[in-house]
């Protein structure tokens, strides 16, 4: 494993001046973005990109994204199918991260040797305001250690990477609460290759074309972020049919979707339901906050319901699945 960087303490602020002066000196900072908080530095740093890797103890082979602030830039580093120029054109920023193919000014530690490059412009004021005053664009993955629960508000950033970076830019909670769609440009027919933040019916109206999905690892991914197991908390997680008559063991956690009142032994001290309001959005948004805190709730283990499989269903629902395992 590669030893991670460690700072005497990470501060949280607001500054984004003190963000800008830390990416300028080839360290890592966490950022907001409307889908979860990443972890930025240089792109075209290797130094830079090389601590993102340590301070999450990532896995060399496990490509970043690269964020740019307007289409120009996107242009720069990835070679553009004309239709998914002009889909970034209208989207401007949003959850949606295009692969194309990279340019040389890429390093290929980014990209984990891969000829392709994740681009995206992201919507968070905040992000892009960093993104503006610097002329380098920011390789940033989720700001969570390899493996763990993305975070969405700065105080998680805080309780996993404390000490192994400098600054955390506070942005408050972010606004989508999944990661970004991953669309494969680089084939004939585009490929969501990861569900997140903008549903597929969203994306095929964009891109005005039929899309592929392909969202299944195989034994050798290509994205990690697709591996079995990933997105995972420490206590096992269940995930169950919410319609079901589901019996909560004994000093489990209980994660509803919507409406569990029939679950049998449910523990009010140890109950979420990720959406009061039944929306997809809103389960979205308190997804990962809501995994946490079961988490740290002392709780042997929890069981959580399956979103319907529709819009941002589909994302939360692939995190799940890859969340669960059996202690
Ligand atoms: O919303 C997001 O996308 C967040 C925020 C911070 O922008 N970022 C994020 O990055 O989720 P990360 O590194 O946690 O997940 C990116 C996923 C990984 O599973 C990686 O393997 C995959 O994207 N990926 C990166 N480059 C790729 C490429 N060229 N082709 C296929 N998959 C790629
Ligand atoms: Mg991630």
């Known amino acids: 494993m590669l030893t991670s960087p460690t700072f005497d303490a990470t501060t949280v602020g607001t500054s984004v001046e003190e963000a800008v002066a830390w990416l300028k000196a080839g360290e890592t900072v966490a950022l907001p973005t409307e889908t979860v908080y990443g972890l930025a530095g240089n792109a075209l740093d290797v130094q ?7 301070a999450k103890q990532r896995p060399s082979f496990d490509p970043l994204l690269v964020h740019v602030g307007s289409v120009e830039e996107a242009m720069r580093y990835g070679e553009w199918p004309l239709w998914a120029l002009k889909a970034l054109e209208t989207l401007g920023g949003g959850p949606l991260t295009f692969v194309v193919p990279k340019k040389a000014l890429i390093p290929d530690l980014v990209t984990s040797g891969l000829p392709s490059v994740g681009i995206r412009i992201p919507r968070h004021p905040l992000f892009l305001e960093v993104l503006n005053r610097l002329d380098f664009p920011l390789a940033a993955p989720s700001a969570n250690p390899f493996g763990y629960i993305s975070p969405t508000r700065a105080q998680h950033v805080v309780d996993q990477l404390g000490g192994r970076i400098p600054y955390v830019l506070n942005g408050g909670d972010c606004a989508v609460g999944v990661e970004s769609t991953i669309v494969d440009c680089t084939l004939d027919v585009p490929t969501v290759v990861r569900h997140g933040g903008m549903a597929l019916e969203e994306v095929e109206a964009l891109l005005g074309r039929r899309v592929a999905v392909r969202t299944h690892s195989t034994s050798r991914p290509q994205a990690p972020g697709l591996l079995e197991s990933h997105y995972a908390p420490r206590i096992p997680l269940i995930v169950v049919n ?3 008559p589901v019996e909560v063991p004994c000093g489990w956690a209980a994660i509803g979707y919507h409406q569990i009142d029939h679950w049998i032994q449910v523990n009010p001290e140890m109950k979420w339901i990720l959406s009061p309001s039944n929306s997809d959005q809103e389960a979205a948004t308190r997804l990962f906050a809501c ?6 709730s002392g709780a042997q283990g929890m069981v959580v319901s399956r979103a319907p499989e529709l819009g941002l269903g589909r994302a ?3 995190r799940l699945q890859r969340a669960a395992h059996f202690g």
Not at 48 to 54: D, G
Not at 291 to 296: I, Q, T
Request: proline share 0%; net charge negative.
């Open 242 to 244: 919410e319609k079901d």
């Open 48 to 54: 830079a990109v090389a601590k993102i890797f340590a």
């Open 291 to 296: 995994l946490r805190e079961a988490d740290a």
């Open 316 to 318: 939360i629902n692939d």
